[in-house]
Nanobody, 124 residues
């Protein structure tokens, strides 16, 4: 069973950048598609990005397309979410997720395993 731990959240001004990291352990990391969800107060959880096990294919929700970039380093058992041009509406708890599958898509965000989450606050 894969365990996930996120880091890198914090407070940033609008237009700023943050990089979230996700460390995996407990199983073969590249057997898992990795995703990122976020949940803002009073809102439903939203899938925003995923990357296939090989790292060759990525997918993004329209709300983050062009601003966020997902990546992974299977040699280090880590995945990252680079977030640029952040907006106040990006404020949420961000979760790293995973499915035991090589592929993922915006119709099926990885969701079988989840980390504890990291808070991102975008405010001036």
């Amino acid at each position: 069973q894969l365990r996930l731990v996120e880091s890198g959240g914090g407070l940033v001004q609008p237009g700023g950048s943050l990089r979230l990291s996700c460390a995996g352990s407990g199983d073969t990391f590249d057997h898992y598609a990795i995703g990122w969800f976020r949940q803002a107060p009073g809102k439903e959880r939203e899938g925003i990005s995923c990357i296939t096990g090989s790292g060759y294919s990525t997918h993004y929700a329209a709300s983050v397309q062009g601003r966020f970039t997902i990546s992974r380093d299977n040699a280090k058992n880590t995945a990252s979410l680079q977030m640029n041009n952040l907006k106040p509406e990006d404020t949420a708890v961000y979760y790293c997720t995973a499915d035991l599958a090589y592929y993922c898509s915006s119709d099926q965000w990885p969701n079988s395993y989840r980390g504890q989450g990291t808070q991102v606050t975008v405010s001036s």
